[in-house]
């Protein structure tokens, strides 16, 4: 159980472009969703937390215009990059908690995105 | 400020050498510490929690132990299979409770 689900695991596009990540609960329903951002030997950051049927809260320093975030069902929350420029090239993963846990996070498994 | 710190960086084993990797951190207060195994260009893969001090858990060849200000994660006779990258992770009680705070994590490699 605890699958999450999440495409395309790899996106290269050209600067200007706005690329759409989509990440899914399989097996269970999450009413909350998280975004991280890894860049190569650095930790997991957080970027934004994105709730079910209302607005996605965002870390200090994170753009939400560019950065858009959408929750619209218990499964399903998407991440849109808009206006991608090369250094937006990183590695987005999202994840998700069981209802009822405080603490425990299972993740998709990634998302690399390039941009040219 | 809340701090994950881990050590080493990188370590190389030959299989079947035991070895320890170390989390170190700087919280005001400890909801829960987690340990995450992470493949190349894969999202991580949980492995335990643990939420107070002198707790253990065990899952095949690893266990991971707790204290006030550290973790560590313990590798008994390692194969190949267990090379990954190895995440911890805490979540402090002060702020929000959807918040954990990663170290840089330990990239193990292991031998045959």
């Known amino acids: 159980g605890a699958v999450v689900s999440q495409h395309p695991s790899r996106v290269i596009c050209k600067s200007g472009t706005s690329v759409k990540i989509e990440c899914r609960s399989l097996?269970?329903?999450?009413?909350?969703m998280f975004w991280y951002r890894q860049f190569p030997k650095q930790s997991l950051m957080l970027m934004a937390t994105?709730?079910?049927?209302?607005?996605?809260?965002?870390e200090q320093g994170v753009e939400k215009d560019k950065f858009l975030i959408n929750h619209a069902s218990l499964t399903l929350s998407t991440l849109t990059v808009t206006s991608a420029h090369p250094e937006d090239s990183s590695f987005y993963i999202c994840?998700?908690?069981?209802?009822?846990?405080?603490?425990?996070?299972?993740f998709g498994e990634g998302s690399r995105l390039t941009v040219l | 400020e809340d701090q994950v710190t881990q050590s080493p960086e990188a370590l190389r084993l030959q299989e079947g050498e035991s070895s320890s990797l170390n989390c170190s951190y700087t919280?005001?207060?400890?909801?829960?510490l987690f340990w995450y195994r992470q493949d190349p260009g894969k999202g991580p893969e949980f492995l335990f929690t643990?939420?107070?001090a002198g707790e253990e858990k065990e899952k095949e060849r690893l266990k991971a132990t707790l204290t006030k200000k550290e973790s560590f994660l313990h590798i008994t006779a390692p194969k190949p299979e267990d090379s990954a990258t190895y995440l911890c992770?805490?979540?402090?009680?002060?702020?929000?409770?959807?918040?954990?705070?990663f170290g840089t994590g330990t990239l193990l490699a292991v031998q045959p």
């Open positions: 994840s998700a908690r069981l209802a009822g846990r405080t603490g425990e996070l299972f």
């Open positions: 097996d269970f329903q999450a009413t909350t």
């Open positions: 994105s709730n079910e049927g209302s607005k996605a809260t965002y």
């Open positions: 919280v005001s207060g400890l909801r829960g």
């Open positions: 992770a805490v979540q402090p009680t002060g702020g929000a409770t959807n918040k954990l705070i």
């Open positions: 643990l939420y107070s």
